[in-house]
Structures are given as structure tokens and as C-alpha cells.
């Protein structure tokens, strides 16, 4: 008896394989049916076409014939499409959508999106061509890897991936297979506008990468860091039918605890010594539980496997600042994992960025791939937007000196013993500062601005949401803002419908033990209506009913559902919150979603602000986008982490060295002494050693200005690895310590807020005009296009000019820096006062950058005296002289000025030969004496003291 394997289609070995069509081939099921063409690979029939006429007198839109035929083929002959995987249409439109029996017989095309399919061209951009989906290389790759079914309400859907999230995957495998095979990039980002389906890419990869290396025991963690994103990819991975990971795991992907993670670890690390034990999987895990106790919990504290893949969902968010810790240790742990981010709104700041985390900027590599708003709205993946600005006719602060000094006193009156450390006299409110102190956030909040805005929303919410066909979202300024607003709006649409009820509007924000007793009491409420204990069950229970349900029609939110949740019907947001940047252009996109019959997204502007803040951060994004900048600008502007690092670690000796020398203690006592003594004796410490560093003289010169260096140092580093160890983690708190209590003595300031009671009481004295509509901006693709154009000048030069002004800020001890430095600082007054032409200050910006990114490829592989004569050729050429070729003389005198302790005669011989060196450049004798004073001082003392103290 012998056992064959067959392969019905060949994946690996292309050429063997047939692949033919057949016109008008006849298919006999329940009727005959004739498909204009089919497609075969080795006699299966995996494509059918069904070609129209571009213009038609019967039909407007031909496109719609050709989807209404393939659909009668699904419901007449349902076997073939057992086989047959997709359906192309060639008519007004081109398109394909994944095809499946319909042995029902139910109609579908209403409601059934089809798909375009672009080309790759050779420049790197897309062009739509429908038969680029036919070519033998991509359409088995889809049949093999892009194609899953999904059980979803009750039927089975199919998901075909759509050209971006093909060639994302596609590109992002490539990288992965080059590392695995012995490259040395193991990072990539995918930069894909909302709407662009990251879900699916993520699952298109995790299922490709699980089957690629199966054999090779293959792990995957998707990582997100949000509980509703766990939430929606939880529920998409049990809903597949027949990825190859979710039928080999029968528990499903969630790792539900710390616990079970650290287990999983200690298994993946087990596996790569013993044969015997498996850890393949693909699993979800949220971000926090990358916890440095798991260092402990692994031999080494890594693994060093390779066929680990970690995919992190929304990758600008919770990758720096105090999240650091956490990206600190996935990064120590899977040292040699390839790890893979997707976002839509990558951020680029000192502390986390985005590019420096997942690609590799200073080689010119910012994303793998990149899909952003304008490409969506011309594939019809996001539809238009259309922003509203709508504001209150007037502001009203009704108090005067008496009113807040009778609001002052009632404070001190009634104010709790927990207030006592703050002192009549120390409070300062006088009508100026009560309007400086009252910021747009605070009046958002209030009660008046609040009635103002349900008022509104209750005469517009109808024809906003055209008849209540779509829903809306109103972002509120505070969770208290949020209960407030949904009594206001009860009270004015009770008066307005008469079939209203209160489940029209609900509140989805978190809830925590220290809330205010009115948030308390309306969670109550919720508990009492749903029948709910929990107040996330609560919040699943209202997003599910309005995903799915009639009502609610309007959620209000306070920061929550603003990135991330996906509602098709959604088509309206009322903006009553500050957003910016980021999670301004994140919370646009939750309207953006096509729906049949929603021809724009509708952002309703209730703050004035929100329009300018969207045009700003399209044009910043706008900017990544600029060949010229990506290569002049921000390649420069990156700085690579293990030097970051090593800068870090050199510092820090050398402020250990002068602690202990100030203090008369080592920086590790006194780290042990702040935490091992009682509250008030580590007070006492801390108080002695700040006291000690003042009176020093080197303490405020030199020891203080070090601190803020580290610490800057430290947090620039984001999640690198080492810091995910907890030696360094105490450190730095100790030095974070130290830096808060040096500031609070070097800068006291007299306390101008208005404490939160004096504040209410005054807020509830404004008054606010009623809300009207002021304009409105339809930001379509022609918008969108004219955005990055308008003021793009201006855009490259703040964008340019101001970062790369604050990198050399922090690197002014730099000689050379310093000389740019200054020259930036000229730049930016030229600039303000319009003394030099755009283009002439861009063209002077981008030699400056060069000239930086020049300078510190050569510093890896200079000597210090030719670091020192560079430093000195960029300044003369900066005055139009090039210094002659033959510098021996003068490398010599410096030599003896680094390896030597300094003296007179040194400085002398040093001065002497860059002297001959200026007279052979024929620099005129007054000139000359000038320059020499000012290399001296400000380029070749301070390099030699900085190396001599390096090498001594």
C-alpha cells in the first residue's frame, strides 16, 4: 500500500503549474451558466470575469451589471464557487470581490463593496489595473495566504486583502525573510491611513509568518495597548474559520493574565534548547504586561530566537514617556525578534518616536509602506469630511474684585484640613488672573457652555445625522463634563421629541473610586438600568447596542472611543474638547468610515480651534512625506541609541564622581538612603544633599547642569533595551528625584492657580451666547492637495528649523555645534523679521544639516586633533576661507595640547601655526587676530579640555 501527497497547486514552484481561461465555458448546477471568462489553475477554476460595456443607454453605471451577473452565478451555480475564489468585473469600473455560494438564493450587491486593485510601478507609486491581480505570482500568493473566512452574525464572510494591505504584508515578509536569513534589520513600520484595514494586515502577516516557519517552531505576539483593541482583535481572531494558528490553538490567541504570559515566555525560552517542547503560537497580549519581573523569570533575561514576530497595533502610543519601561523590556527580552509597528499617525518627539522605534530614519528609512488620507479617499476606503465650526455669539465672565474676594474668603471658610499647607496670602486672584488662569480647557467644562452646547446638538442632531439614518459622537472636555451633558441633552430632546427616551444618548468613559459623587451616582443609575455590576461590561453593552441596535443614536465621550473604535454608521462628531495632532487626526477618522448612503463625515467644531489644528498636523505629516526632507533633515536629526547610550553612561561617571565629591556620599548610598529610611529622614537627606549642591560652586555650575543632561539623555532613549533592567530604572528615579527637588529650590514660585473649589465657584458665573453655525469646509481630495501646498515654505522651515535648533541646543558643549548653533539662532531672527527670502533661508537650512550629518560620519573615524582642525576648516568656510591642505604643524601643537597638561607656551605654539595657516590663506592681518582669538576660545580650548578629560 503506498501514500501519495499531492499538491494540488504548486505555491513554491510557479513553473509547475498550468495556468489557462476558457471563454463562455457552460457550468451546469441548478441552471446553466456561462461566465464571460473563467480562469483555471491545473483545471481548477479559481477567478471568473464578466466583462460590460463602458458607456450603456440603459444603465448608468455599468459596473452594477456585471456585480448583479456574477452574483446570479454565486446563487445558480453555488458548487463552482466552491473553487472559484474571485469575481472580476471589467466595465465603467473596474473591480474584483471575493466570491462564495450562495446557496441561499438571498440578493446581496445593496450592501456588497467591491474592490479596486493598483499596480506597483517601478517609482514606487500605484496605478490602478485590474488584470495586475491576475498575474500568476500574486493571484496564488492571495489564494494561499490572503484569503479568510470569517463567521460573523450568523453567516460566513469572506475577506479578500485589498492592494495596499498586499503589498504592505508582501513588503514587510521580505523583510522578515531577509533577517531570518541572516540580514540585520528586524524592524519595520507600516504607515496606513484609517480605514486601510491594519486589522487584516496584521492577521495577513501573523498567519503568513505562522506557516513560513511552522516547522521551525514560529511565535507570534500581537501587541495592542488598549482594552477595547484587545477587545475588537479578540473577536476577529475567534471568529476565523481558516487561518492555520487559529486551528491549531484551541484555547484562542488572548493571553488573559501576567501570570500566563511570564509561563509563555519560560516555555518560548525552554524550546530553544529542547526539541521536545513546542511554543509556535500566535497570540494577543496587551502592553503593559511586558513587566521587568519577567528578566527574572528567563535565563539571561533573553530570547535569542529569531522566529519571533511582534506586531504592535497603534505603535505611536505607549512607546515613551512612563510607558517606556514596558517597550524597555519587550525590547531586552526579544532581542533578536523582528518587530513590526502600524500606525496611522506616527509621532516623532524627543522622548518617543515612532520612526526611531520601528524603522531605521538615519539611513533613510521612515516606513515600509505608506497609505495615508488622500490615497484612501481616492480608493473610496474613507470617505470626505466636512468640519463645521460653530461658536458661541459671546463669552461672558461675570465677576468683579469684590465677587472674587468673596468667593476667596467663602473658600477659606469652608475648605477641609488637607488644604492647610496652602496659605490665604499665597493665592492670588484678581480679575487678570482669573482670566489668565481660566484657559478655553476650563470654560469647556462649565455648566453654562455645557446647556449651550445640548441646546445645539438638540436642534441639530436630526438633520446632522439625516434623520437619525446615521449616529453621532459628542468629545467632551472631562468625564464630569460628559454625566453633565447627557442630563442637559435628557432635558432639551425630551422637549424637542416627543418620542425620546433616555436610551437615545449614552456615556462611555472610565470610572475609578475617586470620582465625583455626580459620576457615582449616574454609574449607579447604569448599573440599576442594565443589570450590570461592572462598569466595562456596561460600556461593552452600550457600544455593542450601538454598533448593532437603533439605539443609542449619540455616544458622549471624554477622550475614550476617540482612537481605534470602528462604527460604519457613525457619521457625525461634535467636538466640544481641545484635540491636536495625533488624536485629533485619530478622532477624524471615526467618521470617516463608507456606509451606503454617507457621502461625507461630519466634524462639528464647538471649540473654534479644531480646524486650524487639522489643517496644521496634515501639512506636518505632509512632511515625511518630502524626499528632500526625509533625506536633508530628519535623517540628520536622528542619533543613533547605542550612542545616546554610551554618552549616557560616560556622563554618568563623571556625575557620580562629582556627587560624591560635593556630598561626601556615593550616588548608590544615597539612592539606598532615600528608600530604605522613613518618609521625613529621607526628607532630611534629600534636603542636606540639595543644600550641599547649592553652596558649592561647582554644584550649580557644573553638577546641576550634568543632571539635566542625564535625565534628558535617558528619557530620549525611549524603550532601549537596557533600561528595561531595574538597576537602571532606580537610577534614574534617583536622579528624577534629585533634578524635582534641585527645581523646587532653584525656582519657587508664588502659586497664581486658582485652587479647583475657587475656580467652580466662578465658573458657574459665565455666561454663554447661544451656539451658531459660522462655516463650513468640505475637506475632499482637492482640499487635501491644497493643504500641502499652502504655506509649505513656512511649514519646512518651523518644522526644520526649530527642531534641529533644539538638538544643538543640548550639544552646545560641541564646539563645532555651537558655531551652528548660533548661526540657527540668526537663521530664526532673519526668518521672524522677513530679512532673507524662504527659499534662501531653506537653501542656508539644508547646507547647515549636511554639514552636521557630514561632521558626525567623520567624528566615528577621526583622530581628536583632526576633529579639532575640522571644526576649525567648517568656521573658516563659513567666512568664505579654506584653510590650506598641508596642517601637519598645527596637528602636531595640538597633539601636544591634548596629551599634555596645558600650558602658556602650548597654547602659544597652537596659536603660532594656525597663524602660518591663516597667512597662507591670505586672511588681511586685522581679520586675522580676531579669528585666532575667537578658534582659540570657543573651538580649540574647549575641544582639548573635553578630550583630555576623555582620555585622562
Known amino acids: 500500500k503506498e501514500i501519495f501527497n499531492l499538491k494540488l497547486i504548486d505555491f513554491e514552484n510557479l513553473e509547475n503549474n498550468e495556468f489557462f481561461f476558457i471563454h463562455e465555458k457552460p457550468f451546469t448546477d441548478q441552471y446553466n451558466i456561462r461566465p464571460d471568462f473563467t480562469l483555471f489553475i491545473n483545471g481548477i477554476p479559481v477567478a471568473i470575469i464578466e466583462a460590460k460595456k463602458e458607456i450603456s443607454d440603459e444603465e448608468e453605471y455599468t459596473y452594477l451589471n456585471a456585480l448583479r451577473q456574477i452574483e446570479r452565478y454565486e446563487r445558480e451555480s453555488p458548487k463552482l ?478 477622550k475614550r472611543l476617540l482612537t481605534g473604535f470602528d462604527c460604519k454608521k457613525l457619521k457625525v462628531l461634535y467636538l466640544a474638547e481641545i484635540l491636536k495632532d495625533t488624536l485629533l487626526l485619530q478622532a477624524s477618522a471615526r467618521v470617516n468610515r463608507p456606509y451606503l448612503g454617507k457621502e461625507f463625515g461630519l466634524i462639528v467644531d464647538l471649540t473654534g480651534i479644531s480646524i486650524e489644528n487639522y489643517k496644521k498636523a496634515i501639512q506636518e505629516y505632509n512632511l515625511y512625506e518630502q524626499k528632500e526632507i526625509n533625506e536633508d533633515i530628519l535623517k540628520n536629526l536622528f542619533k543613533d541609541s547605542q550612542e545616546i547610550w554610551e554618552t549616557f553612561l560616560r556622563k554618568l561617571e563623571d556625575f557620580k564622581n562629582l556627587f560624591e565629591n560635593i556630598t561626601g556620599l556615593t550616588l548608590e548610598e544615597f539612592s539606598k538612603k532615600l528608600t530604605s529610611k522613613s518618609s521625613e529622614e529621607a526628607k532630611k537627606i534629600l534636603r542636606e544633599v540639595v543644600g550641599k549642591i547649592l553652596v558649592s560652586k561647582e554644584g550649580t555650575n557644573v553638577l546641576i547642569p550634568l543632571l539635566e543632561e542625564l535625565i534628558k539623555l535617558y528619557e530620549t532613549l525611549g524603550g532601549y533595551p537596557e533600561k528595561a533592567k531595574p538597576e537602571w530604572r532606580r537610577e534614574y528615579k534617583t536622579l528624577k528625584t534629585l533634578q524635582v527637588a534641585l527645581n523646587k529650590k532653584l525656582n519657587p514660585r508664588k502659586v497664581i492657580r486658582i485652587p479647583k473649589e475657587i475656580q467652580e465657584e466662578i465658573l458657574k458665573r459665565v455666561e454663554f451666547g447661544e451656539i451658531k453655525n459660522l462655516d463650513e469646509i468640505k475637506v475632499d481630495l482637492k482640499v487635501l492637495e491644497n493643504l500641502l501646498k499652502e504655506g509649505k515654505d513656512y511649514r519646512i522651515i518651523s518644522d526644520w528649523l526649530i527642531p534641529l535648533t533644539n538638538l544643538l541646543e543640548q550639544e552646545k558643549e560641541e564646539p563645532l555645534y555651537r558655531l551652528i548653533y548660533k548661526r540657527l539662532k540668526k537663521l530664526q531672527k532673519e526668518y521672524i523679521e522677513k530679512s532673507l527670502t524662504a527659499e534662501r533661508i531653506i537653501k542656508e537650512l539644508k547646507n547647515l544639516t549636511d554639514q552636521i550629518g557630514s561632521y558626525r560620519q567623520q567624528l566615528k573615524n577621526l583622530s581628536p586633533e583632526k576633529i579639532i582642525i575640522r571644526a576649525i576648516s567648517y568656521y573658516l568656510r563659513a567666512k568664505g576661507i579654506e584653510l590650506p591642505q598641508k596642517v601637519e604643524n598645527l596637528e602636531k601643537s595640538l597633539s601636544s595640547l591634548i596629551n599634555n597638561p596645558p600650558s602658556e607656551e602650548i597654547k602659544r605654539e597652537v596659536r603660532k601655526q594656525l597663524k602660518v595657516l591663516l597667512i597662507k590663506a591670505k586672511v588681511p592681518a586685522a581679520e586675522r587676530e580676531k579669528i585666532l582669538d575667537h578658534l582659540m576660545e570657543e573651538v580649540i580650548l574647549p575641544y582639548s579640555r573635553r578630550f583630555r578629560n576623555e582620555t585622562g
Not at 490572503?146 to 513588503?171: E, H, L, P, W
Not at 539571561?300 to 514596558?326: N, Q
Not at 455645557?450 to 468625564?479: G, H, M, P, W
Request: net charge positive; proline share 3%; glycine share 4%.
Open 81 to 558: 464557487f466552491n473553487f472559484v475564489q474571485l469575481g472580476i468585473g471589467i466595465a465603467d469600473k473596474n473591480f474584483y470581490i471575493p466570491t462564495y455560494p450562495n446557496r441561499d438564493r438571498q440578493a446581496r450587491w445593496k450592501t456588497r463593496k467591491v474592490e479596486i486593485w493598483k499596480e506597483e510601478t517601478p517609482n514606487g507609486e500605484y496605478k490602478e489595473n485590474i488584470f495586475g491581480i491576475l498575474k500568476p505570482e500574486i493571484l496564488t500568493d492571495l489564494v494561499e495566504n490572503f484569503i479568510f473566512f470569517q463567521a460573523r452574525q450568523g453567516s460566513i464572510n469572506k475577506v479578500v486583502a485589498r492592494y495596499m494591505q498586499y503589498y504592505a504584508v508582501n513588503k514587510t515578509f521580505h523583510r522578515i525573510e531577509e533577517y531570518v536569513n541572516g540580514g540585520n534589520k528586524n524592524r519595520g513600520l507600516i504607515w496606513h491611513w484609517q480605514g486601510s484595514g491594519k486589522t487584516w494586515e496584521i492577521i495577513f502577516l501573523a498567519e503568513k509568518f505562522y506557516r513560513k516557519y511552522y516547522a521551525r517552531d514560529a511565535v507570534v505576539f500581537i501587541i495592542v495597548d488598549r482594552r477595547e483593541l484587545e477587545n475588537q482583535f479578540n473577536e476577529v481572531l475567534i471568529s476565523l474559520k481558516n487561518t492555520k494558528f487559529v486551528i491549531d490553538q484551541k484555547k484562542g490567541a488572548r493571553i488573559s493574565s501576567v501570570e500566563e504570559f511570564k509561563e509563555k515566555l519560560k516555555q518560548i525560552k525552554e524550546a530553544e534548547n529542547n526539541p521536545n517542547v513546542s511554543a509556535k503560537g500566535v497570540h494577543l497580549v496587551m502592553m503593559h504586561k511586558f513587566r521587568s519581573e519577567h528578566l527574572k523569570a528567563i535565563p539571561e533575561g533573553v530570547i535569542k530566537k529569531k522566529e519571533i514576530l511582534l506586531l504592535r497595533d497603534e505603535a505611536h502610543r505607549s512607546e515613551g514617556g512612563t510607558d517606556a519601561v514596558f517597550s524597555a523590556v519587550r525590547n531586552h527580552i526579544f532581542k533578536n525578534a523582528v518587530l513590526i509597528g502600524f500606525t496611522g499617525t506616527p509621532v516623532h518627539k524627543r522622548e518617543n518616536s515612532t520612526f526611531e522605534t520601528f524603522a531605521y530614519p538615519r539611513e533613510g528609512e521612515f516606513y515600509l509602506h505608506r497609505y495615508f488620507i488622500a490615497d484612501s479617499i481616492r480608493d473610496g476606503y474613507t470617505v470626505p469630511l466636512t468640519f463645521r465650526v460653530a461658536l458661541s455669539e459671546f463669552i461672558k465672565t461675570n465677576v468683579d474684585e469684590r465677587e472674587i474676594k468673596k468667593i476667596v474668603d467663602l473658600y477659606f471658610v469652608n475648605r477641609s484640613l488637607s488644604d492647610e499647607d496652602l496659605t490665604e496670602d499665597e493665592i492670588t486672584a484678581t480679575e487678570r488672573v482669573v482670566s489668565k488662569d481660566l484657559k478655553l480647557e476650563s470654560l469647556l467644562k462649565s455648566d453654562a457652555y455645557l446647556k449651550r452646547v445640548s441646546e445645539y446638538i438638540a436642534q441639530n442632531l436630526q438633520r446632522d445625522t439625516e434623520d437619525f439614518t446615521f449616529k453621532a459622537l459628542v468629545a467632551v472636555q472631562s468625564r464630569l463634563s460628559a454625566v453633565k451633558l447627557k442630563r442637559a441633552l435628557d432635558k432639551v430632546l425630551l422637549q424637542k421629541f416627543k418620542d425620546y427616551s433616555p436610551q437615545w444618548i449614552e456615556v462611555v468613559i472610565t470610572y475609578t473610586n475617586d470620582d465625583e459623587l455626580e459620576i457615582k451616582e449616574y454609574l449607579n443609575k447604569l448599573r440599576h438600568r442594565y443589570g450590570i455590576t461592572h462598569p466595562e461590561d456596561i460600556n461593552k453593552e452600550i457600544l455593542k447596542r450601538f454598533k448593532n441596535e437603533e439605539n443609542p443614536k449619540v455616544l458622549i465621550v471624554n
